[in-house]
Each structure stands twice: as structure tokens, then as C-alpha cells.
């Protein structure tokens, strides 16, 4: 499965971006996509994920009550509409899919295919 995020930027705090991630190739074998994201001299981490089948959705604490994921089956897309943003939420948000059978939607080890990427970044 090949993935194209984007919709990053620069923003105030306070608003918002809202990312996406469209998947092509066999995009039928997707059982979740997740969102993640990396800091500068930070480790990559879990922000939310959604199942492709039934639009159950996981999320970060600290994405709790201001981010959004959401899905568009027919146009093989993913969303992640990102409100109150934070300075600290200043990051590289990067998408993959996971196939069937995922033990831990959390953690990155769980996902096969990768995007490349998009920046955020939130000014104070």
C-alpha cells in the first residue's frame, strides 16, 4: 500500500490543520490506519487510528477532546482534523496502515506501510 499524507503547515496556537492520508495500491487489505508523529530528538508516537471496517477509533491522551480521525472508504482516505492546537504539538505527522491481525494499534511495530510525512508547526 502506497500513502500520501498531507495538509500540514504553520499555524497560531489555537488553530487548526487538517491532514490526510490517501492510500492506493491494496488499499482492500487495510485493517487500521494510524496517525504518528515525531519531534525533533524525539521518538515517534502514537496520535490516533481508525479501523477501516467499522470507523472505531483510538486516540492519544493528548489528542483526546481536540483531534478527529476520520475515514472516506470510497476515496481510500483517511483524516485527521486537528483542533486547539498547541505549540507542543509541533511535529513530522506521518500515517500507516496496518494489515489483519494488528496486536498493538498503538505502537508503530504494528503498521506495515509507511507515508512520508507532512510538518507541523505551531507558533505560540
Known amino acids: 500500500v502506497q500513502l500520501q499524507a498531507s495538509g500540514g503547515g504553520l499555524v497560531q496556537a489555537g488553530g487548526s490543520l487538517r491532514l490526510s492520508c490517501a492510500a492506493s495500491?491494496?488499499?482492500?487489505?487495510?485493517?487500521?490506519t494510524g496517525w504518528f508523529r515525531q519531534a525533533p530528538g524525539k521518538e515517534r508516537k502514537f496520535v490516533a487510528a481508525?479501523?477501516?471496517?467499522?470507523?472505531?477509533?483510538y486516540y492519544a491522551d493528548s489528542a483526546k477532546g481536540r483531534f478527529t480521525i476520520s475515514r472516506d472508504i470510497a476515496k481510500n482516505t483517511v483524516f485527521l482534523q486537528m483542533n486547539s492546537l498547541k505549540p507542543e504539538d509541533t511535529a513530522v505527522y506521518s500515517c500507516?496502515?496496518?494489515?489483519?491481525?494488528?496486536?498493538?494499534?498503538?505502537?508503530?511495530?504494528?503498521?506495515?506501510?509507511w507515508g512520508q510525512g507532512t510538518q507541523v508547526t505551531v507558533s505560540s
Open positions: 500507516a496502515v496496518g494489515p489483519p491481525r494488528m496486536l498493538d494499534i498503538r505502537s508503530t511495530r504494528a503498521y506495515a506501510d
Open positions: 495500491g491494496r488499499a482492500f487489505s487495510i485493517y487500521a
Open positions: 481508525i479501523r477501516r471496517s467499522d470507523g472505531y477509533t
